[in-house]
């Protein structure tokens, strides 16, 4: 997830890898749920990751819809 940040900040193609982005995101809440499920995380544990989560997809959610105005202007 990093390089795709990295490289929406770079690229003239936001929108791609902001959309990758997201779905990285994604995966990532449905692995946090089978880990919490399996009892590989606590429910404390699970809680924080996907708070965090929600945090980042908002910002990513947020530059997305930036990027998606700035592309129709």
């Known amino acids: 997830m ?3 940040l990295v490289e929406a ?3 003239r193609e936001k929108t791609h890898h902001l959309q990758r982005i997201n ?7 449905v692995l946090l749920r089978i880990s919490q ?3 590989y995380l606590s429910y404390k544990q699970y809680e924080y990751a996907v708070k965090q989560l929600n945090e980042t997809g908002g910002m990513v ?3 997305h ?9």
């Open 37 to 39: 499920t399996q009892q």
């Open 61 to 63: 959610g947020s530059w």
């Open 2 to 4: 990093v390089e795709q």
């Open 9 to 11: 900040r770079y690229s």
């Open 65 to 73: 819809k930036q990027q998606s105005a700035t592309d129709k202007a």
């Open 23 to 29: 779905l990285l995101l994604e995966k990532m809440r």
